[in-house]
Every structure is written in C-alpha cells, then in structure tokens.
C-alpha cells in the first residue's frame, strides 16, 4: 500500500554514527524532507532530496535511490543533543503534493 | 526568522464542548495547515489553506471545521469534542503547496476528559 516507513527506535553512541532509514511507496514522488523533533517541541526542517544521491550537509547527509524508494539520514559525530525523533516526509505528486509523514525514528545517543 | 505561534500551548476540555485552536505566521507564507500528531502514527493532515476565506480538507477533516479569516491567521475549530480528539496539534505554513520546508509552530497538547 501506499505510506512511508521508518524504524520505531534506533540507538548508538556518542562520537559515532547513526543512519535513520525511510522507505516509501507512493503513485507519484515529488521530492523527500527530513525533520528533527525533540522531546515536546516542533518539528524542524533539516533537508530535502528530490534527486538520486547522497546530499552533504555538514553534520546531516541525506540518501535518496528513487528506483528503491528508499532514503536515509546520516548524522556523524554524534552528539548526546542529538538525541531526538527524525521525520521523514514524501511528497505524493500523484494526489495533489500530498505529503504524507512517517511516523518518525527515536534516536538515542548514549555516551 | 520565519515564526509561526500557537495558542494556547495546552488545553483540557471536556467532552461535547467547544474547542477553538488559533494560529498566527509572520512568514508572509499562503499555505498554512493543521496537523495532529498521536503516538505511533505520523503527523496527519486535518485541514489546509492556501489563501484567505478558504479552507480545504485534509486527509483526516471528520469533527474538525478552519476558519481562514486573513494570510497570517488560521484555527482549528472542534464543534464537539470527543475522546478521541486528544492529541498533540500542529500548526505549519509554506510559501506553496509543494514547499520544501514547512514551519510549525510550537503545537497545542489538547486533553478531552
């Protein structure tokens, strides 16, 4: 069916790294977002993809293989702040721009 | 930076009675939304508006009614509120429909006893 699919919870360590990642099944694809949201606040934007490949952005990098419908969010050098929910959103082109959000990824990171 | 406030920040409200979420931007932005946001579920569409006067459904509208008086201006509207409304609400807005970047105010955490 239609809909985008994250992992509930991921978890990794200080100084490290964590992938968060995001498949989606949509009619149409009209471009990916990422969002961070900690505990009791508003979702932030990050990035957005609407092309193949791996987008550097410092410490965030974002993946998208559209053949795969398949995307992720590389954070390195993890801080302990880092620890939030990441959204990954796709825009539905096929049912008016709809976008449709999964329900987002718990990143913990542990000292 | 583009600021979008809600209020109020919590609302308790009982069963049948009406609630009234507002939302106000400073983005200058047309399209403006509500979304709720449950555990386990990812942020849903209720209502959304791209110009003053008009409001569009969203993918979950059932108990909900907008009203978009001006550009910088949207509320959520619960004629009665049941149980099952209780959740965390989300105002956002972008400059077009298929914006790259929406803005979202801090949300509402509505409780219906």
Redesign the interface.
């Known amino acids: 069916g239609q809909g985008?699919e994250q992992p509930a919870k991921l978890m990794s360590v200080e100084g490290t790294f964590a992938r968060v990642n995001c498949t989606y099944s949509t009619s149409g694809f009209?471009?990916l977002?990422w969002?961070q949201q900690r505990e009791?606040?508003?979702?932030?934007?990050l990035s957005?993809v609407v092309l193949d490949g791996l987008k550097d952005s410092g410490h965030f990098s974002t993946f998208l293989s559209r053949s795969n419908g398949y995307s992720y969010l590389l954070l390195t050098e993890l801080q302990i702040k880092d620890s939030a929910s990441y959204?990954c959103?796709v825009?539905d082109g096929s049912s008016?721009?709809?976008?449709?959000?999964?329900?987002?990824t718990l990143l913990s990171v542990k000292p | 930076e583009a600021a979008v406030t809600q209020s109020p920040r919590s609302k308790v409200a009982v069963t049948g009675g009406k609630v009234t979420l507002s939302c106000h931007q400073t983005n200058n932005h047309d399209y403006m939304y509500w979304y709720r946001q449950d555990t386990?579920?990812?942020?849903?569409?209720i209502h959304y508006s791209y110009v003053a006067d008009s409001t569009e459904k969203g993918?979950i509208p059932d108990g909900y009614k907008a009203s978009r008086p001006s550009q910088e201006n949207f509320s959520l509207i619960l004629e009665l509120a049941s149980l099952s409304q209780t959740a965390v609400y989300?105002c956002a807005s972008s400059d077009k429909?298929?914006g790259?970047?929406?803005?979202?105010?801090?949300?509402t955490k509505l409780s219906v006893l």
């Open positions: 985008v009209n471009g977002s969002y009791g606040q508003a979702p932030v934007f957005y959204l959103a825009r008016g721009n709809k976008l449709i959000f999964g329900i987002g | 386990g579920h990812g942020l849903r569409l993918d989300f429909r298929a790259e970047r929406l803005f979202f105010g801090h949300g």
